[in-house]
Nanobody
Framework: QVQLVESGGGLVQPGGSLRLSCAAS????????MGWYRQAPGKEREWVAS???????NYTNSVKGRFTISRDNAKKTLYLQMNSLKPEDTAVYYC????????????????WGQGTQVTVSS
């Protein structure tokens, strides 16, 4: 069983910052690419940022220069540092693990967390 649990969401004023965390648990041997996605009310879920196992990162254009994705493999934790937040960043943020290899040698694909709410409002 592999689980992802997000934390760190909340209410913040425009221009403020938040740091999201995503802790992976279970009998995990390794996790390949991980990413953050978000879903605003009435909209489809969209990709925000991703990071590979060798720390190569990519961002959607709307968050470049404001968000930073990182990971701590020893702690099996993914982070998203969000600065200069805007009201349009309001959404439920989801953590994703694209490919997980368990200690038993099984492959788990496309594992999702339950999401954490981020609200940017004055």
């Amino acid at each position: 069983q592999v689980q992802l649990v997000e934390s760190g969401g909340g209410l913040v004023q425009p221009g403020g910052s938040l740091r999201l965390s995503c802790a992976a648990s279970g009998t995990i041997f390794s996790i390949n690419t991980m990413g953050w996605y978000r879903q605003a009310p009435g909209k489809e879920r969209e990709w925000v940022a991703s990071i590979t196992s060798d720390d190569s990162t990519n961002y959607t254009n709307s968050v470049k220069g404001r968000f930073t994705i990182s990971r701590d493999n020893a702690k099996k934790t993914l982070y998203l540092q969000m600065n200069s937040l805007k009201p349009e960043d309001t959404a439920v943020y989801y953590c994703n693990a694209g490919w997980v290899i368990t200690v038993g040698g099984k492959n788990k694909y496309n594992v999702w967390g339950q999401g954490t709410q981020v609200t940017v409002s004055s």
